[in-house]
Nanobody, 123 residues
Framework: VQLQAFGGGLVQAGGSLRLSCLASGRTFSNNGMGWFRQAPGKEREFVTGISWNGGGIHYADAVKGRFTISRDNARNTVYLQMNSLRPEDTAVYYC?????????????????WGKGTQVTVSS
């Protein structure tokens, strides 16, 4: 069972990136999902989470209005659209599957972590 994040890269401030998280080995269509990030020298932090059917979504204040999470259960994939990127968004981004059907917001609620993808925003 694996979660793999794709789509990271280097982008200039103000630019956009779209991350994808593909689940393989089993379906996570009944699980809430989330995105977290860890910047150099900092602890991992919550970015956004989505419920199993997309009906419930939470965002960290730092990304509200700029980032959008979505999911396609038929493709076992969760997306993170990141617009108006800032240098402080630079981090390794991780997707995660929650233990329940609600948005995965807290680390203690995470059932499985995916491999991260690096996002670097230059000023």
């Amino acid at each position: 069972v694996q979660l793999q994040a794709f789509g990271g890269g280097l982008v200039q401030a103000g630019g956009s990136l779209r991350l994808s998280c593909l689940a393989s080995g089993r379906t996570f269509s009944n699980n809430g999902m989330g995105w977290f990030r860890q910047a150099p020298g900092k602890e991992r932090e919550f970015v956004t989470g989505i419920s199993w059917n997309g009906g419930g979504i939470h965002y960290a204040d730092a990304v509200k209005g700029r980032f959008t999470i979505s999911r396609d259960n038929a493709r076992n994939t969760v997306y993170l659209q990141m617009n108006s990127l800032r240098p402080e968004d630079t981090a390794v981004y991780y997707c995660a599957a929650g233990r329940g059907s609600y948005p995965a917001v807290h680390e203690y609620d995470i059932d499985r972590w995916g491999k991260g993808t690096q996002v670097t925003v230059s000023s």
